[in-house]
């Protein structure tokens, strides 16, 4: 249920709700919007008639139930659309289309470092770089781990660009925090519910990778894993389904984009990269992703994609990157946004 609070409510009324809904057995979930307070009442408690009966307290506006299955996710409990910070100058979810780039792996220093100046130098405002891999054969190259993590940490020193990185294993929260901005959670691993309750408890954002046979709903759903452990910084990234199509690696689901704004708040960004498996496709539909409102990109980009370690094939030379920020300008005045400065 929603409780609506009156506007100016006082600081006892306020107290008064929030002790009633956790008396009735449930959590209460403050959302400050702009213009008034609501508070998420989740969980299992003593029945909803309770906090229906709620609507009597001064305090109090109206009690509205939460019809979607995903409570604190859904557009319903914060009509507004949120805008997450990740450093002083880059948040996701305003005006500006953020663009996260780099390579799949972290493979050298040089490689890391050249990929970062030219990223920036083309105009994203965010790193990528696996440290720890995701790969279907245990016999694949599975990431330099924490050295990785620490040539993230020098490449984010010289460029300035926050740092995105996947994390797997729960046991690998603290150390990859120490080095992240952003922690991502990959398509395999999006209904891991041990990792995204222990990612609830974390203070840094998580980009939340659709799986590849996720449904939409499901998707909100393992969101609502994380902001209901009390990590309300989730970005949710489409990164192509599976579909009987082979012609591309996945079908990238833009459709997910205009559909996820109808129904969360949370911001949702696409990867045009694995939601193809082609670096030619690349540039068209990280285009589209921009027309249907994405608020952002997340791009592999090596500065020698022949000899990359994963996903060569998929990843952008940093001169055709900087093609694809060019051919973005358009779409991003036509979908009134805009892109990063480059600098
Ligand atoms: C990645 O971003 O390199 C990755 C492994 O992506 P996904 O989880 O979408 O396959
Ligand atoms: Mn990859």
Redesign the pocket.
């Given at each position: 249920m929603i409780i609506v609070l009156k506007k100016g409510v006082s600081q006892e009324q306020f107290k008064e709700v929030t002790d009633m809904i956790k008396d009735l057995g449930y959590h209460a979930h403050v959302i400050q919007g702009t213009e008034r307070t609501v508070i998420g009442a989740v969980g299992s408690g003593r029945g909803t008639d309770k906090l229906q009966a709620m609507e009597n307290l001064p305090g109090v506006d109206n009690v509205v139930p939460i019809l979607q299955p995903y409570k604190l996710a859904s557009l319903e409990v914060k009509p507004e659309k949120s805008i997450i910070q990740i450093s002083d100058n880059v948040k996701i979810g305003g005006d500006e289309v953020a663009v996260i780039a780099g390579p799949?792996?972290v493979e050298s220093e040089e490689q890391i470092i050249e990929s970062a100046r030219a990223v920036k130098a083309a105009g994203a405002n965010m790193l990528?770089g696996?440290a720890f891999?995701?790969r279907t054969s245990p016999y694949s190259f599975q990431g330099m781990e924490e050295e990785g993590l620490i040539l993230l940490r020098n490449a984010r020193k010289i460029t300035g660009l926050p740092i995105v990185t996947?994390i797997l294993n729960p046991a690998d929260i603290n150390l990859i925090c120490k080095y992240a901005d952003i922690l991502?959670v990959?398509?395999?691993?999006i209904q891991n519910f041990a990792l995204l309750k222990e990612l609830g408890k974390v203070d840094k954002p998580v980009i939340l990778?659709?799986g590849?046979m996720t449904t939409i709903e499901e998707f909100l759903m393992s969101a609502e894993y994380i902001i209901s452990g009390g990590n309300s910084k989730v970005i949710l990234?489409e990164?192509?389904i599976r579909t009987f199509e082979t012609a591309t690696r996945n079908t990238l689901d833009l459709s997910c984009v205009p559909v996820l704004h109808e129904r969360t708040h949370l911001p949702v960004i696409v990867?045009p990269?694995?939601g193809t498996g082609h670096w030619k496709l690349v540039t068209p539909m990280a285009c589209a992703a921009v027309a249907v409102g994405a608020d952002g990109l997340?791009v592999?980009v090596h500065p020698h994609p022949d000899h990359a370690v994963?996903?060569g094939i998929q990843s952008l030379k940093p001169e055709k990157f900087s093609e694809m920020m060019d051919s973005l300008s358009r779409f991003a005045e036509a979908a009134g946004r805009t892109l990063p400065e480059s600098s």
């Open positions: 799949c792996s990528r696996g891999k995701p996947e991502q990959g398509a395999r691993n990778k659709r590849m990234c990164r192509g990867d990269s694995h997340m592999e994963s996903d």
